[in-house]
């Protein structure tokens, strides 16, 4: 069955902000791997404030595992909140336009679009 017609009615985007302690304690390189563990796609960076920020698609039952994960994170970190918003909700067919899911790496800020 293509995936179109079977779990992309379950796929969903969602956008983290996490605080608290979660820069330099390895917080963006443990989502990196625990999402590449769980098959899941997006990217997640450092921002300038102190928190980390990450996309993340996929299943939503596999997504929500990880937004568990984070709440706790690596054992050097100290996460204080985890700001959840929902940027494409299941059954609206995914943010990412690819039924695929690819890698989750170091998103590199230069790549992001000019806002205009």
Known sequence: ??????????????????????????????????????????WVRNITDGSVEALINGPKETVDALVALCRSGPPAARVDDIEVTVIDPPGKGGAFPSTEFQPLGTFDP????EKR
């Open 110 to 113: 230069s790549e992001m679009p």
């Open 1 to 42: 069955m293509p995936l179109e017609q079977g779990l992309r009615g379950d796929i969903t985007t969602v956008r983290l902000g996490i605080t608290g302690r979660v820069q330099g304690v390895w917080y963006r390189g443990w989502t990196v791997g625990k999402a590449q563990e769980l098959g899941l796609a997006g």
